[in-house]
């Protein structure tokens, strides 16, 4: 079962100019920025209410990001739902004939468990299933 949109992810050039966009503009606070080098991005991530936004900045050419936005330019990369059971709704998305990009749960941001469904077939939304916090 999905429980909640855990949070958007957000793909932008620069992570200091959008995270100073963020605070400043919108009054957010950012909670943490890190490096994930599986996915050769640099993440910052903020509180809204019960779910959160994540900004992307890729760290390298090759970086999924840095193609999203060679292709599109800034904007929202994917939607990301949480569960408790990822490698269930991997398995139900398979099974309804759903590509998958990860076959089983990987380790994202925040030491979460994360897996992405393709967005050749979602209607176009690249969605991501990640476990809750802690
Ligand atoms: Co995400």
């Known amino acids: 079962m999905l429980n909640k949109i855990d949070h958007l992810g957000i793909a932008v050039k ?6 100073a966009f963020y605070e400043k503009a919108l009054g957010l606070t950012c909670q943490a920025v890190e490096e994930v080098e599986s996915q050769k991005v640099r993440t910052a991530f903020f509180h809204v209410g019960d ?10 050419e090759e970086s999924p ?3 999203f936005l060679a292709k599109n330019g800034e904007g929202i990369h994917h939607v990301a ?3 408790d059971d990822i490698q269930g709704q991997l398995n139900q998305a ?3 004939g759903c590509k998958l990009i990860n076959e089983e749960p990987v380790s994202g941001a925040g030491g979460k468990k994360v ?6 077939s979602t209607h176009g939304v690249l969605t991501e299933f990640c476990s809750p916090e802690g």
């Open 81 to 83: 739902y949480q569960t």
């Open 94 to 96: 398979r099974d309804s």
């Open 115 to 120: 897996a992405f469904l393709h967005p050749k």
């Open 14 to 19: 620069s992570l200091d100019d959008a995270v």
């Open 65 to 67: 990001i840095a193609k």
């Open 51 to 60: 779910t959160h936004i994540e900004l992307l900045e890729p760290t390298s």
